[in-house]
T-cell receptor
Framework: EAGVAQSPRYKIIEKRQSVAFWCNPISGHATLYWYQQILGQGPKLLIQ????????DSQLPKDRFSAERLKGVDSTLKIQPAKLEDSAVYLC???????????FGQGTRLTVV | QKEVEQNSGPLSVPEGAIASLNCTYSDRGSQSFFWYRQYSGKSPELIMSIYSNGDKEDGRFTAQLNKASQYVSLLIRDSQPSDSATYLC?????????FGTGTSLTVIP
């Protein structure tokens, strides 16, 4: 069974530029999460989707971050404009439903310079 | 108060010893508890889940849950150098997953 796919693996951008990340969850998984993991910290939930609806985006900096999951499968996370403090690994995870175990993708390491 | 708290370590144990990792959580209504292992530069991978009070064993790993004390632990028996990683405690509150900051474990050959 294929795991959670993310791209790109690495991205370096200048501050104030925009960037987008893509995630393809495990087939059949209704729940999709985007996490931000800053070096030395645990993952912090940015947004949680159930199919194509948002369940929780309380910790998403909505002035610069946006995410969508239009057809209830793939998802994109966008940052515009990026700040230096956005440098982190962005992890996508999926689960069968909201109470099931979450499986993580390899992550996208973003460096903002 | 953070939702999930762990000692950041680092924790060092000799090869073959028992490594003990601890986690406390704040939400008494939490339903599910997980331990993830994260190697440097890699994504977290699930190693144990536990849902009810008591012990759950899987190979060299034992998860222990005490809901009254709001405490969950992970024991690694016969520790191996390949166990060297950061261990993340995750708690599902019924609303979302919360992760601790992780405990760094080093197993010394």
């Amino acid at each position: 069974e294929a795991g959670v796919a993310q791209s790109p693996r690495y991205k370096i951008i200048e501050k104030r530029q925009s960037v987008a990340f893509w995630c393809n969850p495990i087939s059949g998984h209704a729940t999709l999460y985007w996490y931000q993991q800053i070096l030395g910290q645990g993952p912090k939930l940015l947004i949680q989707f159930q199919n194509n609806g948002v369940v929780d985006d309380s910790q998403l900096p909505k002035d610069r971050f946006s995410a969508e999951r239009l057809k209830g499968v793939d998802s994109t996370l966008k940052i515009q404009p990026a700040k230096l403090e956005d440098s982190a690994v962005y992890l996508c995870a999926s689960s069968l439903n909201r109470v099931s175990i979450a499986f993580f993708g390899q992550g996208t390491r973003l460096t903002v310079v | 108060q953070k939702e999930v708290e762990q000692n950041s370590g680092p924790l060092s144990v000799p090869e073959g010893a028992i490594a003990s990792l601890n986690c406390t959580y704040s939400d008494r209504g939490s339903q599910s508890f997980f331990w993830y292992r994260q190697y440097s530069g890699k994504s977290p991978e699930l190693i144990m889940s536990i849902y009810s009070n008591g012990d759950k064993e899987d190979g060299r790993f034992t998860a222990q849950l005490n809901k009254a004390s709001q405490y969950v632990s992970l024991l690694i028996r016969d520790s191996q150098p390949s166990d060297s990683a950061t261990y993340l405690c995750a708690v599902y509150t019924g609303n979302q997953f919360y992760f601790g900051t992780g405990t760094s474990l080093t197993v010394i050959p």
